[in-house]
């Protein structure tokens, strides 16, 4: 029997699973509906690259509960502190892009425990697109 390890005993420095998503134009279409964010670039493009992938929908599949390593002890909530964002290329619909996380830092403040879990995406051609700082701490369920 193989004992999974939780989110807290991660080091700083080590990297959950990658996950791998493929945006399709059914599931770019799915996300901008939901949204109601119909800006032509995407769906039609507009700088003859085809259309962009919504930056929501990166947002969305880069939460560090979507690797398949990631995961909470029994009884423990985790909570969301704060997202730092830097988008360094655009996505395409019709490419598989992989998301890697790696734990950065890990603090006490006020008592509570903080981790910083960074996540890198890139496409299927290599190019970086993203590259995100997810700040977590977790709570305790009653």
Not at 21 to 26: I, L, Q, R
Not at 65 to 87: C, M, N
Request: proline residues 6%; contains cysteine.
């Amino acid at each position: 029997m193989t004992t999974r390890k939780t989110v807290d005993q991660h080091e700083i420095g080590e990297e959950f699973e990658p996950f791998e998503f493929k945006v399709t134009p059914e599931f770019n279409q799915r996300f901008i509906d939901a949204v109601v964010d119909h800006d032509p670039r995407y769906v039609e493009g507009g700088d003859g690259g085809g259309p962009l992938v919504h930056p929501g929908l990166f947002l969305n599949q880069t939460n560090s509960t979507r690797s398949p390593s990631y995961f909470l002890p029994e009884g423990v909530a985790g909570i969301h502190a704060k997202d730092e964002v830097e988008f360094l290329a655009p996505g395409r619909v019709g490419k598989t892009f992989r998301a890697n996380w790696k734990m950065a830092d890990k603090y006490l403040r006020r008592g509570r425990e903080y981790k910083v879990i960074e996540c890198v995406v890139v496409d299927e051609d290599g190019v970086t697109i993203m590259r995100k700082r997810m700040t977590t701490t977790n709570s305790r369920r009653k």
